[in-house]
């Protein structure tokens, strides 16, 4: 009896090569398949992105306040998917803290909500001028001036605010020589002018960082106003002892804003009513998209 020899063995033998061909000729048809799908692919991915992509955010703070005040509002607005911008607000004059904001804008990419409290809302309406990406403005409490017209204009307008009897003033060296004039609001007043719904022992803290305002700030006469050309919104504090109720409800109706109102809220309205603020301003974000 012979014995029996196995056939060699190869790595790979032409059988399997037979066999294996097809199958590595059907592999790459399919990647090639795919990478001629890709362009468009990635093309839809990205109008899906440019569709569902929300708008940049940007919170402007008032005298006598500074950007913190925004804090409670930029976390749930973050929470929510926005990308958000709380810049300082110089504070100085209102020609110069609006070309401050408006370089803000120029450097963002995409739709823009412009928001303003108080004296914010001066700087937001001559700030939005000139870029077409500032699809809503938003008033919090805030002033939305008429051409020419100043804070100090509308708030002598219409009797109720506490802050003329309430304010200090200190004088400080200009740049170019000569003094200007800072107002603050005096600590013992802070409370009932400015914040009267939150905690005294909060608000005596605020009163001690809070920032002061150029009394050149609080009266420039405002440019040509971007509420008449953008959307707008307005929240009223009804309870606001700084800008009275009945300026805000007239300036709101003026701009033909969407309006709402907190009846019990103070001034810093988007501190004590952080969800109603938030809500506000993701509702003008949503109807602009």
């Given at each position: 009896m ?13 059988p399997?090569i037979?066999?294996?061909l097809p199958?590595?000729l059907a592999?790459l ?7 001629t799908?890709?362009p468009s ?5 990205t109008?899906?992105?440019r569709?569902?992509?929300r ?8 005298a ?15 929470g929510?998917?926005y ?11 209102l ?6 904001l ?10 823009v909500?412009l928001?303003?409290?108080?004296y914010?809302?001066a700087?937001?309406?001559?700030a939005a ?5 500032v699809k809503a403005?938003v ?8 051409e020419?017209?100043s ?10 605010s506490?802050?003329?009897?309430s304010?200090i003033?200190?004088?400080y060296?200009?740049?170019?020589g ?9 600590p013992?007043?802070?409370?009932a002018?400015?914040a009267a719904?939150?905690?005294?022992h909060?608000t005596?803290?605020m ?10 700030a609080l009266?420039?006469p ?5 509420w008449?050309?953008?959307p707008s919104w ?9 800008i ?6 007239f300036?709101?109706k003026?701009a033909g804003?969407?309006t709402?109102?907190?009846r019990a809220?103070s001034?810093v309205?988007?501190i ?5 603020t ?12």
């Amino acid at each position: 009896m012979s014995a029996h020899v196995p056939p060699p063995a190869y790595p790979l033998s032409r059988p399997g090569i037979r066999i294996l061909l097809p199958v590595t000729l059907a592999v790459l048809a399919m990647l090639a398949i795919l990478i001629t799908a890709l362009p468009s692919s990635a093309a839809a991915s990205t109008a899906v992105s440019r569709h569902t992509a929300r708008p940049t955010v940007v919170l402007v703070h008032g005298a006598f306040a500074d950007a913190s005040s925004w804090n409670t509002v930029v976390a749930r607005l973050q929470g929510a998917g926005y990308p958000v911008i709380a810049p300082a607000n110089p504070l100085r004059d209102l020609a110069g803290d609006s070309a401050y904001l408006s370089s803000i804008v120029s450097s963002i990419d995409g739709p823009v909500i412009l928001v303003g409290h108080s004296y914010g809302g001066a700087v937001i309406s001559n700030a939005a001028t000139g870029h077409p990406n500032v699809k809503a403005l938003v008033f919090i409490a805030a002033f939305a001036p008429e051409e020419a017209e100043s804070a100090l204009d509308l708030t002598g307008r219409f009797p109720g605010s506490l802050l003329p009897t309430s304010l200090i003033t200190r004088q400080y060296p200009l740049p170019g020589g000569g003094t200007g004039t800072d107002a603050y609001i005096d600590p013992a007043a802070f409370h009932a002018a400015f914040a009267a719904d939150l905690p005294a022992h909060g608000t005596a803290l605020m009163a001690a960082t809070q920032r002061p305002a150029a009394l050149a700030a609080l009266g420039s006469p405002s440019g040509a106003p971007a509420w008449k050309t953008i959307p707008s919104w307005y929240l009223v504090a009804g309870a606001d002892q700084a800008i009275p109720p009945a300026a805000q409800r007239f300036m709101a109706k003026r701009a033909g804003a969407h309006t709402s109102e907190v009846r019990a809220a103070s001034h810093v309205i988007m501190i004590s009513r952080p969800d109603t603020t938030t809500a506000v301003i993701t509702a003008a974000a949503r109807s602009t998209r």
